[in-house]
């Protein structure tokens, strides 16, 4: 009895294996197949850092703007409310159709976006998103 | 919690909703381009307040019917704390009225528009001082009507984060900064330690609900009645680092480094807030936390908060006769006055129904009167400038009374309310929490406070005679705050008028905690302990 409920709460994870199997076999795979398949050249510009097409012309270890991180925290800022919107949507999917509950449900995330706009609007006045 | 238990909660909390709605509008005219409107920001945080103080009284005057149901503490105690925050947070308001205004960054901005140019926002803070002080008001006033552990740590955080920014941000100074940064990380390490005692409370009671009058959902308290007497390790583990983190809110030792430098560094109007905000919100939340095992309280608990009693209220007053600095020394007397509210902690309400064995009654007429003294002083000091900078020292107040008889004289009520002279409302408060550690027989800690309560009377003494006896000989000046002396004013008056009629006033405390009470194991709802525990 008590191994049987045990195999079972551990099979939930099974498919979460499966997944973590295939990653890292995907990973591994396409680093021994390139190196297998793949042409070599060696040279001066094969060995430069790459960034986006870009000749690299100084250190990347270098004091930043302190514009930049405040910019930094604003994205996260606004990246987390994103991450609160998700279990609001799984739950309002959920809800039935004639549910008295929606509009209720509806009304408290537009309010929590309207606090987002609030911060939005300070930020923007404050001179967060200005670059001169 | 089920959909209908929320709505009813939300209900009960128009006043807050109010002040939070006032501080998000204070965010953004704070920035507005007109000089009229973004100056008005000042009198929104005081509408605000206005607003939900009227809201807050409405239904006990029939003028709308409102809310009906409180927190953990019952609804008096909620109501008692929520309306005198509120008012207090009034005669804060008029304390802070020019703190934004007094920035030099404010005042080279604001000189700038003045002369056609375009209004530079980013150096102005006035709408955020305060849109935070509304919310610092509205986290004490959440903590009161708190019946759940998530609720009550998001509360006390929402008090304490805006304070934060407003010591580093209230004035222009280096030690501003300072103060910010300790108060901030010092402030960070007590929320991991009563978080941390928060969800071992949790996981020894399988819930987080403080109390319940149903059987369903399950409740701490419920589950401490289901104990009959005994007391598993984890929760009496959860309970204490609770109060070691709270002791953080409420600047009573261990944690209370941070006081002197913190309330020295930050603008003396936001010291004032930080004296009384703070603490208003950390002893709710204890006496909270302590009447789900209700009193007299079990001797573990019992001893550990008599230590930090007496420990907290002699360090306050032995290390406040070492200072020179005006402001550190009322930061010292703000600590030995969370050991002297500790008292009625730990004697709680007793069973006798004399007007002296209420502790806790005690501590909620306490707090408030202290809030009154030190809003007073910290207004009186806030008025003052020498160079431009804040007057701090002793040397610097010395002979006010030449310079500006009304204000030293404001000093000198304030000062005397917080030694506890007769007739002033201190005496009334310490007559009133010591007479509850008598009928609760806790003699020891009562000499202790006693004793403590002598020894401070030398630094306020020395308050009174810079004021009155010193030769002046740095000039000092007024800033231009007829709202800051109005506030001092006005405490004053509150300190006199409770002193010789606050009889009301006791019986309004007296009423607020009838419902929180000794063990009384019947009435509770019996639970049995979660399952995952008694299968163990």
Same mark, same amino acid.
């Given at each position: 009895?008590?191994?049987?409920?045990?195999?079972?709460?551990?099979?939930?994870?099974? %498919?979460?294996?499966?997944?973590?199997?295939?990653?890292?076999?995907?990973?591994?795979?396409?680093?021994?197949?390139?190196?297998?398949?793949? %042409?070599?050249?060696?040279?001066?510009?094969?060995?430069?850092?790459?960034?986006?097409?870009?000749?690299?012309?100084?250190?990347?270890?270098?004091?930043?703007?302190?514009?930049?991180?405040?910019?930094?925290?604003?994205?996260?800022?606004?990246?987390?409310?994103?991450?609160?919107?998700?279990?609001?949507?799984?739950?309002?999917?959920?809800?039935?159709?004639?549910?008295?509950?929606?509009?209720?449900?509806?009304?408290?995330?537009?309010?929590?976006?309207?606090?987002?706009?609030?911060?939005?609007?300070?930020?923007?006045?404050?001179?967060?998103?200005?670059?001169? | 919690?089920?959909?209908?238990?929320?709505?009813?909660?939300?209900?009960? =909390?128009?006043?807050?909703?109010?002040?939070?709605?006032?501080?998000?509008?204070?965010?953004?005219?704070?920035?507005?381009?007109?000089?009229?409107?973004?100056?008005?920001?000042?009198?929104?945080?005081?509408?605000?307040?206005?607003?939900?103080?009227?809201?807050?009284?409405?239904?006990?005057?029939?003028?709308?019917?409102?809310?009906?149901?409180?927190?953990?503490?019952?609804?008096?105690?909620?109501?008692?704390?929520?309306?005198?925050?509120? =008012?207090?947070?009034?005669?804060?308001?008029?304390?802070?009225?020019?703190?934004?205004?007094?920035?030099?960054?404010?005042?080279?901005?604001?000189?700038?528009?003045?002369?056609?140019?375009?209004?530079?926002?980013?150096?102005?803070?006035?709408?955020? !001082?305060?849109?935070?002080?509304?919310?610092?008001?509205?986290?004490?006033?959440?903590?009161?009507?708190?019946?759940?552990?998530?609720?009550?740590?998001?509360?006390?955080?929402?008090?304490?984060?805006?304070?934060?920014?407003?010591?580093?941000?209230?004035?222009?100074?280096?030690?501003?900064?300072?103060?910010?940064?300790?108060?901030?990380?010092?402030?960070?390490?007590?929320?991991?330690?009563?978080?941390?005692?928060?969800?071992?409370?949790?996981?020894?009671?399988?819930?987080?609900?403080?109390?319940?009058?149903?059987?369903?959902?399950?409740?701490?308290? #419920?589950?401490?009645?289901?104990?009959?007497?005994?007391?598993?390790?984890?929760?009496?583990?959860?309970? =204490?680092?609770? =109060?070691?983190?709270?002791?953080?809110?409420?600047?009573?030792?261990?944690?209370?480094?941070?006081?002197?430098?913190?309330?020295?560094?930050?603008?003396?109007?936001?010291?004032?807030?930080?004296? @009384?905000?703070?603490?208003?919100?950390?002893?709710?939340?204890?006496?909270?936390?302590?009447?789900?095992?209700?009193?007299?309280?079990?001797?573990?608990?019992?001893?550990?908060?008599?230590?930090?009693?007496?420990?907290?209220?002699?360090?306050?007053?032995?290390?406040?006769?070492?200072?020179?600095?005006?402001?550190?020394?009322?930061?010292?007397?703000?600590?030995?006055?969370?050991?002297?509210?500790?008292?009625?902690?730990?004697?709680?309400?007793?069973?006798?129904?004399?007007?002296?064995?209420?502790?806790?009654?005690?501590?909620?007429?306490?707090?408030?009167?202290?809030?009154?003294?030190?809003?007073?002083?910290?207004?009186?000091?806030?008025?003052?400038?020498?160079?431009?900078?804040?007057?701090?020292?002793?040397?610097?107040?010395?002979?006010?009374?030449?310079? !500006?008889?009304?204000?030293?004289?404001?000093?000198?009520?304030?000062?005397?309310?917080?030694?506890?002279?007769?007739?002033?409302?201190?005496?009334?408060?310490?007559?009133?929490?010591? #007479?509850?550690?008598?009928?609760?027989? @806790?003699?020891?800690?009562?000499?202790? +406070? +006693?004793?403590?309560?002598?020894?401070?009377?030398?630094?306020?003494?020395?308050?009174? #005679?810079?004021?009155?006896?010193?030769?002046?000989?740095?000039?000092?000046?007024?800033?231009?705050?007829?709202?800051?002396?109005?506030?001092?004013?006005?405490?004053?008056?509150?300190?006199?008028?409770?002193?010789?009629?606050? #009889?009301?006033?006791?019986?309004?405390?007296?009423?607020?905690?009838?419902?929180?009470?000794?063990?009384?194991?019947?009435?509770?709802?019996?639970?049995?302990?979660?399952?995952?525990?008694?299968?163990?």
């Amino acid at each position: 009895m008590a191994n049987l409920s045990t195999i079972d709460s551990i099979s939930h994870y099974g %498919p979460i294996v499966v997944l973590l199997v295939m990653a890292i076999l995907f990973g591994v795979g396409n680093v021994i197949l390139t190196t297998v398949l793949g %042409p070599r050249s060696q040279g001066p510009v094969k060995g430069m850092a790459y960034e986006s097409g870009m000749n690299p012309f100084s250190s990347a270890r270098r004091r930043f703007h302190v514009r930049f991180y405040v910019v930094a925290m604003t994205f996260l800022l606004f990246d987390v409310e994103i991450v609160f919107l998700y279990p609001w949507a799984v739950v309002f999917g959920s809800l039935a159709d004639e549910s008295a509950l929606r509009p209720l449900f509806l009304g408290r995330v537009l309010f929590f976006l309207l606090t987002s706009v609030v911060a939005f609007t300070y930020a923007w006045r404050k001179g967060v998103f200005r670059y001169d | 919690m089920t959909e209908s238990v929320i709505l009813e909660k939300l209900a009960t =909390l128009w006043p807050e909703i109010i002040m939070i709605s006032g501080a998000c509008i204070c965010m953004v005219v704070g920035l507005s381009p007109k000089q009229a409107v973004r100056r008005s920001v000042v009198w929104i945080t005081g509408l605000a307040l206005a607003v939900a103080g009227l809201l807050l009284v409405a239904p006990h005057f029939g003028w709308w019917a409102g809310e009906t149901s409180g927190g953990a503490a019952g609804l008096a105690t909620a109501m008692f704390v929520r309306l005198s925050v509120i =008012l207090l947070g009034l005669l804060l308001w008029l304390t802070s009225w020019g703190v934004p205004d007094l920035l030099p960054a404010t005042q080279v901005a604001e000189a700038a528009a003045a002369q056609g140019r375009p209004f530079n926002p980013s150096m102005v803070c006035r709408g955020e !001082y305060f849109a935070f002080f509304l919310f610092s008001l509205t986290g004490a006033m959440l903590c009161a009507s708190a019946n759940d552990l998530v609720w009550l740590f998001l509360a006390l955080e929402l008090t304490s984060l805006p304070t934060y920014i407003m010591v580093a941000t209230g004035r222009n100074h280096m030690a501003a900064q300072e103060a910010g940064l300790k108060y901030f990380f010092l402030g960070a390490l007590s929320v991991a330690i009563f978080l941390y005692g928060f969800s071992l409370v949790y996981g020894a009671t399988g819930t987080t609900v403080i109390v319940s009058t149903q059987l369903q959902p399950v409740s701490i308290a #419920g589950y401490v009645a289901g104990l009959q007497g005994e007391f598993p390790p984890l929760l009496a583990t959860g309970l =204490l680092l609770s =109060l070691v983190g709270l002791a953080f809110k409420i600047a009573a030792f261990p944690m209370h480094f941070y006081v002197a430098d913190v309330y020295q560094g930050a603008a003396t109007p936001v010291t004032a807030l930080l004296a @009384f905000v703070p603490k208003m919100a950390g002893f709710v939340s204890i006496m909270l936390l302590l009447s789900v095992i209700g009193w007299p309280l079990p001797v573990p608990v019992m001893w550990v908060l008599w230590i930090m009693a007496a420990v907290t209220m002699t360090v306050g007053n032995v290390l406040g006769l070492l200072q020179n600095n005006v402001k550190r020394v009322l930061a010292y007397s703000s600590i030995a006055h969370s050991g002297y509210l500790l008292v009625g902690i730990v004697a709680g309400p007793t069973t006798s129904a004399g007007t002296l064995g209420q502790g806790l009654a005690a501590v909620l007429f306490y707090i408030v009167v202290y809030g009154l003294a030190t809003i007073g002083a910290f207004s009186v000091l806030g008025c003052l400038r020498v160079n431009g900078e804040e007057a701090q020292t002793y040397d610097e107040i010395s002979g006010l009374s030449r310079r !500006y008889p009304g204000l030293a004289l404001l000093m000198l009520i304030s000062i005397l309310s917080l030694i506890g002279l007769p007739p002033l409302a201190g005496f009334v408060g310490k007559v009133y929490l010591f #007479g509850s550690a008598i009928s609760g027989s @806790f003699i020891g800690l009562m000499v202790v +406070a +006693a004793i403590n309560t002598a020894v401070s009377a030398v630094y306020y003494l020395r308050i009174i #005679g810079a004021c009155y006896f010193g030769e002046s000989r740095i000039k000092i000046e007024l800033v231009a705050t007829r709202a800051g002396r109005l506030s001092a004013g006005l405490a004053a008056i509150a300190v006199l008028v409770l002193g010789f009629r606050g #009889g009301w006033l006791v019986e309004a405390t007296r009423e607020a905690t009838r419902s929180v009470s000794v063990v009384d194991v019947d009435t509770q709802p019996q639970v049995a302990a979660p399952d995952h525990l008694s299968s163990e």
